[in-house]
């Protein structure tokens, strides 16, 4: 992108809001294309909260964990597909057109997914949905960027982010709005075909990016839409030369790219260690669990004790209103704090919280109610088949009757002995009926809100921390003639990362339990911040053509507590 995209700074973001009254058309431009990120957010959340009545409607999908997992991950493989498809489209029609086909996809599998009368529609609706979040997240910020004028365009590409966790924020609400409608998820799900088929309206009025028109030969056209975005002949005549001198030098380096192959890049240092940072802040993103809390939130909300749907949702709104303050709070400190310890600091509070989460889940698992034999027996035939044929059920509690994927119809005091049913709607409607609380995902816990809470200490040094900087670090770490192929590496990492990590999440708690998978994911946060210290530089303040300099000189940093001196000027 020409002239690099400016870090956001409180007069880019006075300049921004001038715009509403000065040139209302480049905000139009902004708005219209990050309702791209606003779909790519909306649909990372919303089925949190759809995939709770997806179970009740759906048997197999309810007594299946990989098929609730299938719900919830073939729209990330969808993604992966659309990411690498959408750079080409990107390239050859243009962002304009990238924009349009992600809000057909999108429009068409929201129709898909609200209409599915079995699970295998659904799965075939998500991927629909995923290949225009992959194609999106690429195309949406892309426009704003070459659309943008030079000094708020950091400003208005951060906006994109915004929508984004605005998104998830939206799709919580929805949900929230949908648990009493008849159809519940498919509302949930279908709604997304709003947003989509406005942008598709607005983007047909629209320009095409002027960069891609200018490199394409289409001067003309691409100097009409700066025109209207500048206004001013002298911003808009240095636009056009710095148009043609990043064009020039792009073609200078297409030119030369042939030259490039994998082997040579990894064998640059400079590359190799760019790339240890880069793509090891991505992959320790993704391993330290954000994307379970975001895709499986409600759920964990259950996990901690809390039965009933909609109360899992109203608390899950908490997780994603923290994720969109943590975004704002972003723009302010990884300028002022620094990449890196920005970074450290985050891991340090993921650590702690998972820590806590682990304790908490280990309490509930070890400390939940006993199942009574009398009780369970006054539900005649819908005792639970594993309890009845028990050799020892005296020691059955309520953590051993769901591992055998049984419900536990908790007494009128939820932490006394409570009955080993069956799960079925029968057996539902008699023990809710009867002024009692239905569990087939956790058990009651007087440890619930310790839960909530460190649920909420996560996201709160997450977000500002680790779910910006590597972001940051990788627009900024890789050498010019690299910087393709290296950002597209850092970027399969994160979306392989996000596939491992939500297909395997319920099964992980369904086969060590959630105490031991959030563990896992605390050791992970351990392991990146040393990793962290030793390898990723600080690049605060380093003017990006001078990055390469330093990573020549920077070797790994086992002495991480001792201040590194900058390395002298190379004349």
């Known amino acids: 992108m020409e002239g690099g995209v400016h870090k956001p700074d409180a007069s880019a973001f006075r300049e921004c809001l001038s715009l509403s009254y000065k040139n209302p058309y480049v905000l139009r431009l902004a708005f219209s294309a990050g309702i791209g990120g606003l779909l790519f957010g909306y649909d990372t959340g919303v089925i949190s ?103 708020v365009r950091g400003a208005l590409v951060s906006l994109n982010s915004f929508l984004i966790t605005g998104g998830q924020f939206l799709s919580y609400l929805i949900n929230l709005a949908f648990t009493k409608a008849p159809g519940t998820w498919r509302w949930m799900l279908g709604v997304a075909a709003a947003p989509a088929l406005i942008q598709l309206v607005l983007m047909f009025f629209l320009p095409e990016s002027p960069r891609w028109l200018y490199r394409k030969g289409k001067e003309d056209k691409a100097k009409e839409t700066l025109v209207r975005v500048y206004q001013e002949k002298s911003l808009v005549d240095a636009e056009v030369q710095a148009l043609k001198e990043s064009v020039e030098l792009e073609e200078k380096e297409a030119a030369n790219s042939e030259k490039i192959s994998i082997m040579k890049m990894l064998k640059t240092k400079t590359v190799r260690r760019a790339l240890y940072a880069g793509v090891g802040l991505q992959f320790f993103q993704q391993f330290t669990g954000i994307n379970t809390v975001m895709y499986y939130s409600p759920t964990i909300v259950q996990l901690a004790g809390f039965a009933s749907n909609r109360t899992a949702m109203l608390l899950s709104l908490i997780t994603s209103g923290l994720n969109a303050f943590g975004s704002i709070l972003s723009i302010y400190f990884v300028d002022k704090a620094g990449r890196k310890k920005l970074a450290l600091i985050s891991l340090c509070g993921v650590a702690i919280s998972l820590a806590i989460l682990t304790a908490t889940f280990r309490h509930t698992e070890t400390h939940s109610p006993m199942i009574s034999a009398l009780d369970t027996s006054h539900f005649s035939n819908n005792t639970c088949t594993a309890f009845s ?24 005091s939820k932490l006394m002995p409570g009955a080993c049913l069956n799960p079925n709607d029968i057996t539902k409607k008699l023990c809710q009926n009867d002024h009692r609380a239905w569990y087939t995902r956790g058990c009651p816990s007087n440890l619930g809100w310790l839960a909530l809470l460190s649920l909420a200490l996560y996201i709160i040094f997450f977000s500002p921390g680790m779910g910006t900087v590597p972001w940051v670090i990788n627009s900024e770490i890789y050498p010019l003639r690299y910087r393709g192929i290296c950002g597209g590496i850092a970027s399969t990492t994160v979306w392989v990362s996000n596939l491992v990590v939500s297909q395997s999440f319920l099964s992980l708690t369904k086969a060590i339990g959630t105490a031991w998978t959030f563990m896992l994911f605390g050791i992970v946060a351990v392991v990146g911040f040393f990793y962290v210290a030793i390898v990723v530089p600080e690049t605060k303040g380093v003017p990006i053509e001078e990055v390469e300099n330093m990573l020549e000189d920077r070797a790994l940093h086992f002495r991480f507590w001792e201040k590194k001196t900058a390395p002298p000027n190379k004349q």
């Open 49 to 151: 909260g759809a995939l709770l009545y997806i179970r009740d409607d759906f048997k197999d999908v309810d007594r299946k964990v990989w098929l609730q997992e299938a719900v919830v991950s073939t729209a990330i493989a969808g993604a992966i597909i659309g990411a690498a498809i959408g750079g080409w489209i990107n390239d050859k029609y243009g962002r304009k057109i990238a924009i349009m086909l992600a809000d057909l996809l999108f429009l068409l599998g929201s129709v898909i997914m609200a209409a599915a009368p079995y699970s295998a529609i659904l799965i075939v609706g998500r991927v629909f949905v995923g290949l225009g979040v992959g194609m999106a997240s690429m195309a949406s910020p892309l426009y704003i960027s070459e659309a943008s004028p030079t000094k």
């Open 389 to 412: 044929k028990a050799a020892n059920p005296a020691v059955w509690d309520c953590t051993a009757c769901l591992k055998v994927d049984c419900g536990f119809c908790a007494s009128s």
